[in-house]
């Protein structure tokens, strides 16, 4: 008998049989087959800023081969000076940063490095949704502890709720500020409660900061890498994207002590062996630019704007935002639409509204699913005519 193959019993390997397509892929899907208004995936649908596209064709013309493994020498002294301008510590170019395939693969990356089958990981909930498929991927264990929004609608993390969840097994925290989706950003105090835990447990930290030049009101970014004790249990994470409107390039990086870059790397020259070259170069200049160039603060103002004209608008159409501290997304409470569920809420938008927006839902555990029931997230990282058009479609639908 002539063999089939695949077998038509198992074609997926059991680490990614479990998955579904993500959710930002089913959104944008919907709006394009409904001709909706995406306010789900968060890509900017404007132009980056014009010294960033100079910069990239600058280097269109240039080297077009293989990068180092760890990344171009450019690009990671850009990072150095950068990260040793705002941490006020020395970072090695050299054996402390690595140029990663968007901080995407960094997460991906950082978890096969350094977790072994049967480790225990600390997701906070909701979740970028590429940890938990990161961390199941390398046979790693998920624990999750949620944010919770207090009565003013700031989202907080319960510390001895945190204290339960980890464990002589627990190998990371996954730690995320500006936190996608609350747009909650950690202080500085609050990152220390956090520390000193990780600290007394011995658990290592992947700190995803890819919305570090996002923060609002005044605030200012703090990444836990810089409190005493940290930087040798951190790997901190960004990318080019959001910074610069730029997220097709999925160029990212880890900043984090040789020990840990050695680890990561091992595995890195598996995947992809190196990243492309030219959108390297063009990072590298964005980033040397934007030290002096006054771009992180038109950044900010810019999307201050978008933030407040969103939250408005929300209000307006009978929706309660929970006001984002950072990051391009904000959390609206639907309850007073009186829909079952986020998804219920989501499909009567995209079909009816013509507006879509992210269920939440799919950023928690199944224990703690039923605490985004009447959550949506909307991205307001749009032109402002397009936002002004969602607002006008939300509130004519109440
Ligand atoms: N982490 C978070 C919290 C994100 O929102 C995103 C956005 N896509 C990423 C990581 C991935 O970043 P990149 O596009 O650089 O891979
Ligand atoms: N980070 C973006 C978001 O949260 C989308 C990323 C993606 O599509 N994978 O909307």
Not at 259 to 278: E, K, Y
Not at 299 to 321: E, H, I, N
Request: proline share 6%; net charge negative.
């Amino acid at each position: 008998m002539p063999q089939t193959f695949p077998s038509p019993h198992k074609i997926k390997a059991e680490r990614v049989a479990g998955f579904g397509t993500t959710v930002f892929t089913v959104w944008s899907q919907l709006a394009r087959e409904h001709q909706a208004i995406n306010l789900g995936q968060g890509f900017p649908d404007f132009a980056p800023p014009a010294f960033v596209m100079v910069g990239l064709k600058n280097q269109l013309d240039g080297y077009q081969q293989y990068s180092f493994l760890a990344g171009m020498p450019t690009l990671r002294e850009a990072l150095a000076e950068q990260y040793q301008r705002d941490w006020g510590r020395a970072v090695d170019p050299a054996t402390e940063v690595t140029v990663t395939v968007g901080a995407t693969e960094g997460i991906y990356a950082t978890i096969q490095a350094l977790i072994d089958p049967g480790d225990e990981v600390v997701l906070m909930e909701p979740f970028y949704d590429s940890y938990p498929a990161s961390v199941t991927m390398a046979g790693g264990v998920c624990r999750y502890v949620p944010l919770r929004p207090d009565d003013e609608g700031s989202w907080y993390l319960d510390m001895d709720e945190f204290r339960s969840v980890v464990s002589p097994n627990t190998r990371m925290l996954v730690l995320n500020t500006p936190n996608n989706p609350t747009g909650k950003c950690f202080t500085r105090e609050e990152l220390q409660a956090i520390a000193d835990v990780c600290i007394e447990n011995d658990v290592l930290v992947l700190a995803d900061e890819v919305y570090d030049h996002l923060l609002f009101d005044g605030r200012e970014h703090c990444s836990i890498a810089t409190l005493d004790g940290m930087w040798e249990r951190t790997i901190t994470l960004s990318s080019v994207g959001k910074t610069f409107s730029v997220t097709g390039w999925k160029i990212g990086w880890a900043i984090t002590s040789p020990a840990l870059t050695d680890a990561l790397q091992m595995g890195l020259q598996w995947v992809r062996f190196s990243v492309a070259t030219p959108l390297q170069l063009a990072s590298a200049e964005a980033i040397q630019a934007s030290a002096t160039n006054g771009y992180y603060d038109e950044l900010t103002a810019s999307y201050q704007g978008k933030r407040d004209f969103l939250v408005d608008a929300l209000k307006a159409a009978g929706l309660r935002p929970l006001i984002p501290e950072g990051t391009y997304f904000v959390i609206a409470d639907t309850s007073d639409w009186g829909f079952e569920n986020d998804e219920s809420f989501c499909r009567h938008l995209v079909t009816e509204v013509g507006v879509v927006a992210i269920p939440p839902s799919h950023f928690y555990s199944p224990e703690h699913r039923h605490l985004a029931h009447h959550l949506a997230r909307f991205a307001f990282c749009k032109k402002d005519e397009v936002l002004e058009e969602a607002a006008s479609r939300l509130r004519n639908a109440r």
